[in-house]
């Protein structure tokens, strides 16, 4: 059974910096490509970033390229978010998953870690 849990959110100010981890139980991380969301009240979840298995290949969102880095480290089955240049509209609930080899989709997911960015 995987469990994804969350880490490092909390209340910033624009500009500021934070970094999410999310740590994996499970033998399947060190395989499996791993991103993360977030969900903003009153929007729908929306990706963020994702790293595949290696840590050789990024992707992220157009709204968040060049302020924020995802990373992993297959011996602490962990993957981070680190978040530079925080704005306002950062804030949203953040939520990593875990898309193990074979699956068309995340799997898995975590309960979330809230961000907030204050003026």
């Known amino acids: 059974q995987v469990q994804l849990v969350e880490s490092g959110g909390g209340l910033v100010q624009a500009g500021d910096s934070l970094r999410l981890s999310c740590a994996a139980s499970g033998r399947t991380f060190s395989s499996s490509q791993m991103g993360w969301f977030r969900q903003a009240p009153g929007k729908a979840r929306e990706f963020v970033a994702a790293?595949?298995?290696?840590?050789?290949?990024?992707n992220y969102a157009d709204s968040v390229k060049d302020r924020f880095t995802i990373s992993r480290n297959n011996a602490k089955n962990t993957v981070y978010l680190q978040m530079n240049s925080l704005k306002l509209e950062d804030t949203a609930v953040y939520y990593c998953?875990?898309?193990?080899?074979?699956?068309?989709?995340?799997?898995?997911w975590g309960q979330g870690t809230q961000v907030t960015v204050s003026s």
């Open positions: 998953a875990q898309r193990p080899v074979g699956f068309s989709d995340y799997n898995y």
């Open positions: 790293i595949d298995w290696s840590g050789g290949y990024t």
